[in-house]
T-cell receptor
Framework: SQQGEEDPQALSIQEGENATMNCSYKTSINNLQWYRQNSGRGLVHLILIRSNEREKHSGRLRVTLDTSKKSSSLLITASRAADTASYFCAANSGYSSASKIIFGSGTRLSIRP | GAGVSQSPSNKVTEKGKDVELRCDPISGHTALYWYRQRLGQGLEFLIYFQGNSAPDKSGLPSDRFSAERTGESVSTLTIQRTQQEDSAVYLC????????????????FGQGTRLTVV
């Protein structure tokens, strides 16, 4: 079964506002990653947070991780029209050779000008 | 090449025909993943290669799907006797390290192959 589940499924906000997306996963993880997808094709890596980290920043992005709740959030501050895209969390499960990276169903973010 | 390359970018095939999708990962990347994405949906894990072995084939939807990889290079995903429900974008990604590594496990994606079965 797939691991990550994002909410909300869709989010529409005004340009300049902050956007928050949440992700839940099912099993233990090595790290959790967030990706962005434009136009339904290739995904671009945004940020990675390790299981022993609680918060990470990269530019306008802020990611938190709560391993006790098996959840993560992605905050985009001061949103821009160019941030319109789908955002996916990806859970990197475990430490064995059989571990893999499982993606959630994504949040479609629309920024209104 | 500089990034992950997938071919063809688009493929239209008749129901019942076999198709072969190709992925050229970034040179030196040991891990390679295949995902399927139906329209408006998330990414469905299909298979993961570490080198040329596949520790996890659990995501392959049926025995019509198979995949192989030559060393730490090109991978092909084959779908036999295609069905209309196979229509989707098939995404390939490679990563410099296996998923269990404490080093960089970021996945680099190709642009995908859009498969349409008519």
């Amino acid at each position: 079964s797939q691991q990550g589940e994002e909410d909300p499924q869709a989010l529409s906000i005004q340009e300049g506002e902050n956007a928050t997306m949440n992700c839940s996963y099912k099993t233990s993880i090595n790290n959790l990653q967030w990706y962005r997808q434009n136009s339904g094709r290739g995904l671009v890596h945004l940020i990675l947070i390790r299981s022993n980290e609680r918060e990470k920043h990269s530019g306008r992005l802020r990611v938190t991780l709560d391993t006790s709740k098996k959840s993560s959030s992605l905050l985009i501050t001061a949103s821009r029209a160019a941030d319109t895209a789908s955002y996916f969390c990806a859970a990197n499960s475990g430490y064995s050779s059989a571990s893999k990276i499982i993606f959630g169903s994504g949040t479609r973010l629309s920024i209104r000008p | 090449g500089a990034g992950v390359s997938q071919s063809p970018s688009n493929k239209v095939t008749e129901k019942g025909k076999d198709v072969e999708l190709r992925c050229d990962p970034i040179s030196g990347h040991t891990a390679l993943y295949w995902y399927r994405q139906r329209l408006g949906q998330g990414l469905e894990f299909l298979i993961y290669f570490q080198g040329n072995s596949a520790p996890d084939k659990s995501g392959l939807p049926s025995d019509r799907f198979s995949a192989e990889r030559t060393g730490e290079s090109v991978s092909t995903l084959t779908i036999q006797r295609t069905q209309q429900e196979d229509s989707a974008v098939y995404l390939c990604a490679s990563s410099p390290q296996p998923p269990g590594s404490t080093l960089n496990t970021e996945a680099f994606f190709g642009q995908g192959t859009r498969l349409t079965v008519v």
